[in-house]
């Protein structure tokens, strides 16, 4: 993902716009582009800020997130269920196909480990 231009940089080039000079004359002498002028224009007029907006997808959301109680439910049952048995149990199920490290990174998201015990068996604590 890129990253937006700082904030001291946004303030100069709007600074220029608001100061009467035009949109393409403030990105020329900042070395931005005109489109980027523009925005930041659009931008203060729409939000009163000049702060780049959010990137990327809001939290929370996801293929999985509906099928969250049965995969934890699931795993606490049987502790040493492998992420591809858990991901067939899920296909045939819930008719959802999910990657084996999707469902890894789900799980360690809400709060599963792996660890072995000295016997060498997997398990898998909250």
């Known amino acids: 993902m890129g ?3 700082s904030a001291d940089l ?3 080039v709007y600074g220029e716009i ?3 000079r035009s949109r393409r004359a403030a990105a020329r002498r900042f070395g931005v582009s005109a489109s ?3 925005r930041l224009a659009q931008r203060m007029a729409e939000t ?3 702060a780049p907006s959010r990137q990327g997808r809001p939290p929370g959301g996801g293929k999985l997130a509906a099928y969250a109680e049965a995969l934890i439910g699931w795993v606490e049952a049987d502790g040493d269920i492998t992420m591809p048995e858990l991901a067939a149990k899920l296909a045939a199920e819930c008719g959802v196909t999910a990657h084996p490290a999707s469902l890894s990174r789900f799980l360690i998201k809400a709060g599963f ?3 072995k015990n000295t ?3 997997r398990s898998r604590p909250r």
């Open 3 to 5: 990253k937006g231009y």
């Open 10 to 12: 946004r303030a100069r």
């Open 18 to 20: 608001a100061s009467g």
């Open 36 to 38: 980027t002028s523009v």
């Open 48 to 50: 009163g800020t000049l």
């Open 113 to 115: 480990t792996l660890k």
């Open 119 to 121: 016997a060498g068996k």
